[in-house]
Structures are given as C-alpha cells and as structure tokens.
C-alpha cells in the first residue's frame, strides 16, 4: 500500500474534548474526524462531503506526535449574545458586551499525519497538493483562529504485519493492541485519553476509543494485532 506523509504544525492547537463546556479543555493531538477536516481543507472537500472521502470507513489515518505536549490556558473575550443584543457592545444595565472564557491550548504543536486511501485520483490529488503547498481552504487547527502550516514529507510503500513485537511511530488505538501487550519502558511517559474515532455527516459519533501516546513523541513498544511497515523504517498504526 501506499502511504502518504506529511506534518501539519502551528502556534496553537484547540481540540474541544466533547465533554467539557463552560471551560473547553482540548485532546492533546487532532481525533480523525478532526484530520478529516483537515485533509478536506487541502482538498477541496465541502463540509459536508469531507467526511464521504476522508471519514472512518474510506481511508485510513495514523498520526504520530512530534513535538512534546505542552498545554495551557488562556482566556478567549467572546461577545454577548445573550437577548439577541449581538451589536449592543457598550455595558449596560443587566447587560455585560463580552464574557471571558478560560480555553485550554496544546502550544507549538507539530504532527505527522499518515494517509492511506484506495481512490488512486483522490490519493494523488491529495499528495499533489501537499508537495505544492497548495490548499483549497484554508488550513486551522481545530479553531478558524489557530492558522496551520503543513510540509510533505513523501509517499512511501507500507506493509502490513501481524502479531509482532516492535517500536511504533503512532499513537496506538488500545482496540489494536492484543492483550498486555504493551511492554512498559522506564525512561517513557505513556498517556491514554478517550477520543471519537467515527462520526456521521450529521456529527454524531459511532466510535469512541481509549488512545495511548508518549507525550514526548517517543516510540511506544507493543504487541499489536496489525501495524504497517514502511519502507522508511517506521512502525506506524492506523486508528
């Protein structure tokens, strides 16, 4: 198979977890339904059609962490919209022009994205595209606010193993690990976190999955049912 590869990176990320409201904390790296979007911006894929080429079910999509995570809190003045008083920016009584909300941002965040996809026009589109530094939409990091810029790093051939002990590249999806099949390292941080995996045009979530990463990008030494091989080396295993 061929795997195309690139980083997306940026000043900050946001990636609303879908439990929090009042004071949004973000996951730690973009979910797929979230690289989805991103890889539709490049593409040229609407809104409503990004997740028919890039969802769950037509392609696969592996993402590994580069830089380390590094999370903080900043506050974001939105305006009041309360009572449809949407221009009404001067304080008046029972009446306050903007509300600050307390946001939680992954900072310098830096990713390597993995795509696999069986639509050859799609695929080659896509690399194109990246290798141009060209996209149809503009490219953001969860938030329209938080621009992203992405580099190519190339096409490579990638093949699948089965049931073998080696160092993976990726984050690691707990439904792909055979049982205790993680091999704990002393010198290595290993977070997990619960994110979607699948979600509908109409945005409801199919799939949850727990996640485990090394928050400093280093490599996860497991057991996994199957993971793709590419030919330059890396380890890498798709959600």
Same mark, same amino acid.
């Given at each position: 198979m061929k795997v195309l590869v690139f980083d997306i990176y940026g000043d900050f990320a946001h990636f609303r977890k879908?439990?929090?409201?009042?004071?949004?904390?973000?996951?730690?790296?973009?979910?797929? &339904?979230?690289?989805?979007?991103? #890889? =539709?911006?490049?593409?040229?894929?609407? @809104? *409503?059609?990004?997740?028919?080429?890039?969802?769950?079910?037509?392609?696969?999509?592996?993402?590994?962490?580069?830089? &380390?995570?590094?999370?903080?809190? #900043? =506050?974001?003045?939105?305006?009041?919209? @309360? *009572?449809?008083?949407?221009?009404?920016?001067?304080?008046?009584?029972n009446h306050e022009p903007r509300t600050q909300i307390l946001t939680e941002f992954v900072k310098s965040p830096k990713y390597r994205i993995y795509?696999?996809?069986?639509?050859?026009?799609?695929?080659?589109?896509?690399?194109?595209m990246i290798q141009s530094h060209q996209s149809f939409y503009t490219v953001s990091?969860?938030?329209?606010?938080?621009?992203a810029d992405f580099s190519f790093i190339g096409v490579y051939e990638g093949k699948e193993i089965s049931n073998e002990k080696s160092e993976i590249s990726t984050v690691v999806s707990i439904s792909k690990l055979i049982e205790k099949g993680i091999e704990i390292q002393p010198e290595r941080k290993y977070f997990k976190e619960k994110i979607p995996i699948k979600m509908t045009e109409g945005r409801v979530v199919e799939i949850y999955d727990?996640?485990?990463?090394?928050?400093?990008?280093?490599?996860?030494?497991?057991?996994?049912?199957t993971f793709c091989q590419l030919e330059n080396g890396e380890h890498i295993s798709f959600f």
């Amino acid at each position: 198979m061929k795997v195309l590869v690139f980083d997306i990176y940026g000043d900050f990320a946001h990636f609303r977890k879908y439990y929090t409201t009042t004071s949004p904390l973000t996951f730690s790296f973009p979910p797929p &339904p979230t690289i989805a979007g991103i #890889l =539709g911006a490049i593409y040229g894929a609407q @809104k *409503d059609e990004y997740l028919n080429v890039f969802g769950y079910d037509n392609c696969k999509v592996a993402l590994r962490v580069l830089n &380390p995570i590094k999370k903080m809190r #900043l =506050g974001i003045n939105l305006i009041n919209t @309360k *009572d449809n008083r949407y221009f009404l920016l001067l304080k008046k009584k029972n009446h306050e022009p903007r509300t600050q909300i307390l946001t939680e941002f992954v900072k310098s965040p830096k990713y390597r994205i993995y795509l696999w996809h069986p639509d050859a026009d799609v695929f080659n589109k896509l690399a194109s595209m990246i290798q141009s530094h060209q996209s149809f939409y503009t490219v953001s990091l969860g938030l329209s606010e938080l621009l992203a810029d992405f580099s190519f790093i190339g096409v490579y051939e990638g093949k699948e193993i089965s049931n073998e002990k080696s160092e993976i590249s990726t984050v690691v999806s707990i439904s792909k690990l055979i049982e205790k099949g993680i091999e704990i390292q002393p010198e290595r941080k290993y977070f997990k976190e619960k994110i979607p995996i699948k979600m509908t045009e109409g945005r409801v979530v199919e799939i949850y999955d727990d996640v485990i990463y090394e928050p400093d990008g280093k490599t996860i030494k497991a057991i996994l049912k199957t993971f793709c091989q590419l030919e330059n080396g890396e380890h890498i295993s798709f959600f």
